[in-house]
């Protein structure tokens, strides 16, 4: 089992930034990936960007230039800072975790999700 814990969301004008983090704890298999997903009210969950331990990351077109994904794997934490905010980028945000077994991927866990609204 694995458990994540996001923190670092709250309310932020236009503009403004924020960082996520996505602490894991568990059985965590040393080759995994991480990733952020978000849901806006009324809308499907949509990627936002994952990272591999190996350091490879995949943005969603939407926040590119504008988000930034890193992880620190001694600490089994993950992040997502969040630059030139707009009203659109308002969601609750989801860590995950899967990990890597040869060529199978294990199943994949989520977080509770943290709140980010962005507001005048």
């Known amino acids: 089992q694995v458990q994540l814990v996001e923190s670092g969301g709250g309310l932020v004008q236009p503009g403004g930034s924020l960082r996520l983090s996505c602490a894991a704890s568990g059985s965590i298999f040393s080759i995994n990936a991480m990733g952020w997903y978000r849901q806006a009210p009324g809308k499907q969950r949509e990627l936002v960007a994952t990272i591999t331990s190996g350091g490879s990351t995949n943005y969603a077109d939407s926040v590119k230039g504008r988000f930034t994904i890193s992880r620190d794997n001694a600490k089994n934490t993950m992040y997502l800072q969040m630059n030139s905010l707009k009203p659109e980028d308002t969601a609750v945000y989801y860590c995950?975790?899967?990990?890597?077994?040869?060529?199978?991927?294990?199943?994949?866990?989520w977080g509770q999700g943290t709140q980010v609204t962005v507001s005048s």
């Open positions: 995950n975790y899967r990990a890597r077994y040869g060529s199978s991927w294990g199943p994949t866990y």
